[in-house]
């Protein structure tokens, strides 16, 4: 089954870190690029950062520079976030999708993220 299952949100505190994972199964990423997205309520679903298929060049966007880093596993399959200095902002459900692949419409069940004191 061709699938991205995210995972690794959960509750923190401002400033602190998560790291979330993405698991691709059904299909080899090798040669994709890789998209974080995220979804806050009441919004649409944005680009939080991408991967190119060697991990050698990423993107992010601003507000996430400096905070998120962006990388990715291709012999396991993997997609990763790491985030550090969270605020409160970064609240959301986050979505990982490879979209040359799945679709720009694919989404998993993503994993919620709240930064809350």
């Known amino acids: 089954q061709v699938q991205l299952v995210e995972s690794g949100g959960g509750l923190v505190q401002p400033g602190g870190s998560l790291k979330l994972s993405c698991a691709a199964s059904?299909?080899?990423?090798?040669?994709?690029?890789m998209y974080w997205y995220r979804q806050a309520p009441e919004n649409e679903r944005k680009v939080v950062a991408r991967v190119s298929p060697s991990g050698s060049y990423t993107f992010y966007v601003d507000s996430m520079k400096g905070r998120f880093t962006v990388s990715r596993d291709n012999a396991k399959n993997m997609l990763y976030l790491q985030m550090n200095n969270l605020k409160p902002e970064d609240t959301a459900v986050y979505y990982c999708?490879?979209?040359?692949?799945?679709?720009?419409?694919?989404r998993g069940r993503g994993t919620q993220v709240t930064v809350s004191s």
């Open positions: 999708n490879v979209p040359q692949r799945l679709g720009v419409d694919y």
């Open positions: 059904g299909f080899s990423v090798s040669q994709y690029y």
